[in-house]
């Protein structure tokens, strides 16, 4: 059967006993009782749109006594009141006790059931965002990263380009840094294998980061290495790493190196810019000057949320509960994604930037789930929402920068139910943009994202929780276009 709708007007509000006990800053356990004469009220109204059409053997469709159709169909109706009540007594809950849910009702539906006889008690857990005393933000000081882009900016964001475009060539060589390497790799705690890779393509670079750990001047340790040798480099896990058995401990990466390659870039002529889709040199060279830009733009505002966020949290010290931050790790880790997306960067560059978030998964969580409430906090203030051409613009600017359609793009989006994330997305850059309206700015230089770091999508110490991560996300398609030299090395 339909859900049931009940009439929401003034008169028609449910008759509550309410009782919230606060556990935390961010947990109620809330007990509701609904007076018997709502249920009858809201039951009979039923009986009443049921007892015209009611079929019951022995008599005519619709001819049956009321008190026969009651014992006949109370279940059913039961059920379908069932539904209505639960919502619409949240929903008030919600109203008379200024609470902001910030996930669904916790509570086991199945074993709620209407009662014969007497009130309707039930209960259920929920996650709240605390409240707070929204800090002042206007005025504040902060830092502009500023830069007037050269032609030697525009001829290294084109050696960057061109990398991801290039050819690898077999060398017998010893491996130098900017190098890639092909290479089975075996990561050991106390001798024994705790994951493994049949096969990686890595780059030679300054820091090898695992989404649990980073690996320290890895292209100086890894230097000469050729075809058919083996290199073992010791680190440590982060505090954060999936493996809770060996979180911060010391373990070995074992490298066999299959294969030795060198980088070659492939000259910027006419063939290129064509398969590039390019008309001229200049329309190339305005295209890498318009990506440095958009990675100017997404640190000016990265700079100034976190002086912005630094000020607005300073006095935030309210408890978040594990589960919470659990939860809700996976999806700040989508939304650095979109926001990464968005500001042009390559799915490497967005891998290295996600891997260092994990690292630091619970703490880079709990500061982005307090900043987010105090932005939110600030947008009711400020009657600040995201409107339907928001949504469109976000969606065509990550569509435009990862080269897709945005009519897939939005699908796979709604698909993995993270229109929500846009929307917060959305409305935390208008809060930001209405601080900044309203702060005073120092100019610094900007430096254009340094390539120094080389990564490897799993976890060194293995996890036993998820095996997906949210940069694969970006599509294996995308992750072709962005690092062919990977595909041509296999």
């Known amino acids: 059967m339909a859900e049931t709708e ?10 509550l006993t309410i009782n919230v006990d606060e ?84 509570f086991d539906y199945v074993a709620l059931e209407i009662p014969e006889k007497g009130d309707f008690v039930f209960e259920y857990d929920l996650e709240v965002r605390p409240e707070f005393v929204v800090p002042n933000w206007k005025g504040l000081k902060l830092e502009k990263p500023v830069r007037e882009f050269t032609d030697a900016d525009v001829d290294a964001a084109s050696v960057s380009f061109r990398s991801r475009q290039g050819k690898l060539e077999k060398s017998e060589e010893g491996a130098v840094t900017g190098d890639y390497i092909t290479t089975k790799l075996f990561i050991r705690y106390n001798d024994e294998i705790i994951n493994s890779s ?17 690996i320290e001047n890895f292209d100086g340790q890894m230097e000469g290495i050729k075809a058919g040798e083996t290199r073992t480099l010791k680190f440590n896990l982060s505090e954060s ?25 492939p000259e910027v002529n006419e063939k290129f810019l064509s398969e590039l889709g390019f008309g001229s040199e200049d329309e190339y060279r305005a295209f890498l000057k318009a990506q440095l830009e958009s990675q100017m733009a997404y640190q000016q505002e990265q700079v100034a949320r976190e002086i912005i966020t630094t000020q607005l949290i300073k006095d935030a010290d309210w408890e978040l509960p594990p589960t919470l931050l659990e939860r809700q790790a996976e999806r700040e880790l989508y939304r650095t994604m979109y926001e990464l997306q968005r500001g042009g960067f390559s799915v490497e560059m967005i891998q290295e930037h996600l891997n260092i978030l994990r690292q630091n998964s619970v703490e880079s969580t709990k500061k982005a789930l307090k900043e987010h409430f105090i932005l939110e906090r600030i947008a009711e203030d400020e009657k600040i929402d995201a409107e339907e051409e928001d949504y ?83 599509s294996a398609e995308d992750a072709a276009k962005d690092a062919p030299a990977e595909e041509k090395a296999e």
Not at 6 to 15: D, G
Not at 28 to 37: F, L, N, Q
Not at 250 to 261: C, G, I, L, N, W
Not at 453 to 460: D, E, R, S, W, Y
């Open 6 to 15: 009940l009439n929401t007007s003034e008169e028609q509000k449910l008759n």
């Open 23 to 106: 556990r935390s800053a961010c947990e109620r356990h809330i007990t509701v009782t609904v007076a018997r004469e709502d249920i009858d009220r809201i039951m009979n109204k039923e009986f009443d749109e049921l007892k015209p059409v009611a079929v019951v053997p022995g008599f005519r469709p619709g001819r049956a006594p009321m008190n026969v159709v009651k014992a006949r169909f109370r279940k059913d109706i039961a059920e379908r009141s069932k539904s209505a009540i639960l919502m619409e007594a949240i929903s008030q809950v919600n109203d008379e006790k200024n609470l902001a849910p910030i996930s669904d009702p916790m």
């Open 198 to 214: 049949d096969h990686e393509t890595i780059r030679l670079r300054p820091s090898l980061l695992f989404s649990d750990a980073t």
């Open 241 to 265: 790493a999936p493996n809770v058995l060996l979180r911060g401990k010391e373990v070995e990466a074992v490298f066999e190196v299959d294969s030795v390659y060198k980088l070659s870039l």
């Open 392 to 474: 469109d613009v976000e969606i065509q600017t990550i569509a435009r920068q990862m080269n897709e359609s945005p009519r897939k793009l939005r699908a796979r989006i709604e698909k993995q139910n993270q229109m929500d994330i846009l929307r917060n997305q959305i409305i935390e850059r208008k809060v930001i943009a209405r601080i900044l309206e309203n702060a005073a700015f120092e100019e610094t230089t900007f430096e254009p994202y340094p390539e120094e770091m080389a990564n490897v999508a799993f976890p060194a110490g293995g996890t036993g929780k998820k095996e997906e991560e949210a940069a694969e996300d970006a």
